[in-house]
């Protein structure tokens, strides 16, 4: 399984683009890049998903590398219920998929 | 559609006791999933299931035993509840996304 690494936490303002950029240089060929957000005392939630290039969708874009060993997660213009912790998971999309959890990024919004 | 419920939502054990969460899915999802998450830290994958009938080991199974005799139920039990299994454990299913229940908040003193 693919080891990511993210930074543990980051700091922004309201209105702000964040980008959370994930770490998974042995990712495999059929590895998917997931993204989930998880507020405090609730479980995960799914946000974005992709294999490669650029995936979009109503809260946030997915920005993956032709070598695919990093991706990016932009969130724009953050509100202060953006606050939560962000995890980046990769993993093959079969009966393999353990989706393991690392310890994500705590993002701060800040009035 | 409810998505993913577990049971109950909140225990309190004393070391040595056993006692089964239940985590129920009404999306037909084959995959199931059950994670634990200590104060400050990532999820960590306990077991998790591909199928009906089928279980299989994740990062930390030791002092859990599971069961998944219906598709849409996946039981995990404590057989002799230890302090270092105080944490939240979340229960998840996955189709296309993973879809993850409330929580269970258990204690062990």
């Known amino acids: 399984l693919a080891k990511t690494t993210q930074p543990i936490s980051m700091d922004s303002y309201e209105g702000q683009e964040v980008n959370i950029t994930c770490s998974h240089n042995?990712?495999?060929?059929?590895?998917?890049i997931t993204w989930y957000q998880q507020f405090p005392s609730q479980g995960p939630r799914f946000i974005i998903q992709?294999?490669?290039t650029k995936v979009t969708n109503e809260v946030a874009s997915l920005f993956i590398p032709a070598d695919r060993k990093s991706s990016t997660l932009s969130l724009p213009r953050v509100s202060l219920s953006d606050t939560a912790v962000y995890y980046c998971?990769?993993?093959?999309?079969?009966?393999?998929?353990?989706?393991?959890f690392g310890s994500g990024t705590r993002l701060l919004v800040r009035p | 559609n409810a998505g993913v419920t577990q049971t109950p939502k909140f225990r309190v054990l004393k070391t040595g006791q056993s006692m089964t969460l239940l985590c129920a899915q009404d999306m037909n999802h084959e995959y199931m999933y059950w994670y634990r998450q200590d104060p400050g830290m990532g999820l960590r994958l306990i077991h998790y299931s591909v199928g009906e009938g089928t279980t299989a080991k994740g990062e930390v199974p030791d002092g859990y035993n599971v069961s998944r005799l219906k598709k849409q139920n996946f039981l995990l039990g404590l057989e002799s509840a230890a302090p270092s299994q105080t944490s939240v454990y979340f229960c998840?299913?996955?189709?296309?996304?993973?879809?993850f229940g409330p929580g269970t908040r258990l204690t062990v003193t």
């Open positions: 992709g294999y490669k």
């Open positions: 998971l990769v993993g093959r999309m079969d009966s393999s998929y353990k989706l393991i």
């Open positions: 042995n990712i495999a060929t059929n590895d998917y």
């Open positions: 998840a299913s996955w189709e296309d996304e993973q879809y």
